[in-house]
């Protein structure tokens, strides 16, 4: 398929735990984003990568979250030691040129915290 | 830092009617995207917008940018039951990261 890719779709975790999220990006798309949607609101800017560096980390809501980019493609989103309001919807999306380009989004991966 | 705030973050309308989504943002920029979410899906792309007085239509959609106001409209026109979902507006920053707007809730009745 030529769009965003997720992983996992859904992820039901104990508080406590920690959870990585999985993106694939469509190919040839230097800018990815990260944002966290919680049920009926609207999107929470993460992070960006242009490339694999991330010029603009401020949105990251506390040190459990971490997220990296390797070889300007595939990123992961890491969350250690999860909390409760850290259930929500988190969606990747990439661009050919970030801020001059369309994003196109992933489908998301719900994550649970119980 | 950019700010991006949208208004109504509700609106229902009757099927017909017109109405417009405002979407005003707190730094210079001429990057401006409209976006939609149905629910329970991701968002898809609407219209983009990259220079002052750029009109973009697609159907009952209508959405312009004034950068010097530092504004985005979405008109709709004679809405339509299928024209029901989120709206979302965002804004291109300095560092070429994208902010988005809370959000415009839609619901079109017959």
């Known amino acids: 398929g030529a769009g965003v890719s997720q992983s996992p779709s859904n992820k039901v975790t104990e508080k406590g735990k920690d959870v990585e999220l999985r993106c694939d990006p469509i190919s040839g798309h230097t800018a990815l984003y990260w944002y966290r949607q919680s049920l009926g609101q609207g999107l929470e800017f993460l992070i960006y990568?242009?490339?694999?560096?991330?010029?603009?980390k401020s949105g990251l809501p506390s040190d459990r979250f971490s997220a990296e980019r390797t070889g300007g493609s595939v990123s992961t989103l890491t969350i250690q030691r999860t909390q409760q309001e850290d259930s929500a919807v988190y969606l990747c999306?990439?661009?050919?040129?970030?801020?001059?380009?369309?994003?196109?989004f992933g489908p998301g991966t719900r994550l649970t915290v119980t | 830092e950019l700010k991006v705030e949208q208004n109504p973050l509700f609106l229902s309308m009757q099927e017909g009617k017109n109405y417009t989504i405002y979407c005003n943002y707190s730094t210079t920029s001429d990057r401006l995207y409209w976006y939609r979410q149905d629910p329970g899906k991701s968002l898809e792309s609407l219209f983009v917008?990259?220079?002052?007085?750029a009109v973009k239509q697609e159907g009952r959609l209508m959405a312009s940018l004034d950068t010097k106001a530092r504004l985005s409209t979405l008109h709709i026109t004679a809405a339509v039951h299928d024209l029901s979902a989120t709206y979302f507006c965002?804004?291109?920053?300095?560092?070429?990261?994208?902010?988005f707007g809370a959000g415009t809730r839609l619901t079109v009745k017959p």
């Open positions: 999306a990439s661009s050919l040129a970030g801020g001059w380009a369309v994003s196109y």
């Open positions: 990568f242009q490339g694999n560096s991330a010029p603009d």
């Open positions: 917008l990259l220079s002052n007085g």
């Open positions: 965002a804004v291109a920053g300095d560092n070429n990261d994208m902010r």
